[in-house]
């Protein structure tokens, strides 16, 4: 299928790796021209090469923080008028609620509700104009299914599905369309951290656990990068205008609710 966003310009937040760099690579596969920004310049110099070696037109690299104003405004003077904007973040770190102080809730609402926010700001309008605009926000499974020791994550990544259930309606008219893509166990550094961890918690080898984990999955492994990258490339197609303000699970059937 062709997507019809060939030409289109992406503006895609932590995509140096996993989930970020999943949607860049599907992205660039399918003729956008995209600007990938990381805190990380090797990874990101690195991601824009592979982009490259495959054909992809890379129209810029910014290494800096997306979630502090300065990573903003770098990424927005390199892609000023983006078609498609992936916002992105990487998560808050486990723990329990009561050894979070203001701080760190602060920490985790710049990060994953109002960083999304405020880039969905400064580019809506032009997607408006434009009469084409596609906005995938890579959000959490947790927002369906709360892990407890991810608090931080669980509160911020559902007041960013509130707002955007209000604004997507707002904007769907114009062809603009606002959609949250929520993973659940994809392979990725974070999940092999975080599988490391709780071996370690248990007492046994991380390949141990994740052979435990994998036999109580409903798919009996761990999701990839790159279909996730794809599912994010079909939201942000011409034929997904009709999809709006929706929560696409990405996890294999672990959920087991209905709805």
């Known amino acids: 299928m062709d997507l019809g966003i060939k030409g289109r310009k992406a503006l895609v937040c932590a995509a140096s790796k996993g989930l970020g760099k999943g949607c860049a690579v599907a992205l ?22 592979e982009i490259r ?15 502090t104003e300065e990573g903003r405004r770098a990424a927005l003077a390199a892609c000023p008028a983006p078609d498609i904007l992936i916002n992105n973040a ?14 760190a809730w602060v920490k985790a609402l710049d990060a994953n509700m109002l960083t999304p926010i405020f880039l ?20 959490s499974g947790a927002v369906k299914a709360p892990i407890p020791e991810l608090g931080l994550s669980n509160g911020a990544r559902a007041g960013l599905t509130g707002f955007v259930a209000g604004v997507a309606r707002q904007v769907s008219r114009h ?13 990725t550094d974070r999940l092999v951290s975080s599988l490391a ?15 435990q984990r994998l036999k109580a999955h409903p798919a009996q492994r761990f999701g990839t990068a790159e279909e996730f990258g794809a599912a994010c490339a ?4 011409a034929q ?18 209905t709805l």
């Open 175 to 187: 062809n603009v369309t606002i959609n949250n893509l929520l993973p659940g166990q994809v392979r």
């Open 90 to 103: 990487g998560g808050p770190p486990p723990g329990d609620f009561r050894d979070w102080e203001r701080e």
């Open 197 to 211: 961890h709780n071996a370690a918690k248990a007492g046994i080898t991380p390949a141990e656990f994740e052979a």
């Open 240 to 257: 997904a205008g009709f999809i709006t303000g929706q929560n696409l699970l990405m996890d294999g059937g672990a959920y087991p609710g």
């Open 28 to 49: 660039a596969a399918e003729g956008v021209a995209v600007t990938i920004t990381a805190r990380g310049r090797e990874a990101l110099e690195a991601t824009a090469a």
């Open 120 to 139: 969905i700001k400064s580019t809506i309008d032009g997607m408006i104009a434009r009469r084409f605009g596609r906005i995938v926000n890579i959000t």
């Open 53 to 67: 070696a495959a054909g992809g037109n890379v129209a810029g690299v910014v290494a800096g923080d997306i979630a």
């Open 234 to 237: 079909f939201l942000c197609s």
